[in-house]
């Protein structure tokens, strides 16, 4: 199975509009962080290094992670969704 994460953060308004299209997907994990990366828990930050978006959150959200390829913005994570229902 494909691992598909949603990197998001709060306060972020393309990251909400990015969930409301997700709402009827299981097969996606939404993973939320604090926008002040200052706020991060250990944890969180580990995560977002091992899978590679670290950086990219550090600049913009939301990050769609499928299974190694980062898709980066609200109008890709769209399009991606619509061609992968």
């Given at each position: 199975?494909?691992?598909?994460?949603?990197?998001?953060?709060?306060?972020?308004?393309?990251?909400?509009?990015?969930?409301?299209?997700?709402?009827?997907?299981?097969?996606?994990?939404?993973?939320?962080?604090?926008?002040?990366?200052?706020?991060w828990s250990s944890e969180q930050l580990s995560n977002a290094k091992?899978?590679?978006?670290?950086?990219?959150?550090?600049?913009?959200?939301?990050?769609?992670?499928?299974?190694?390829?980062?898709?980066?913005?609200?109008?890709?994570?769209?399009?991606?969704?619509?061609?992968?229902?």
């Amino acid at each position: 199975m494909v691992e598909k994460i949603l990197f998001s953060l709060e306060n972020c308004s393309k990251c909400m509009q990015t969930k409301e299209l997700l709402f009827d997907r299981k097969d996606i994990t939404i993973v939320t962080y604090p926008h002040d990366v200052n706020n991060w828990s250990s944890e969180q930050l580990s995560n977002a290094k091992a899978y590679g978006v670290f950086e990219d959150l550090q600049v913009t959200a939301p990050i769609l992670w499928v299974d190694g390829k980062k898709i980066i913005g609200y109008l890709r994570i769209r399009k991606w969704l619509q061609d992968n229902k």
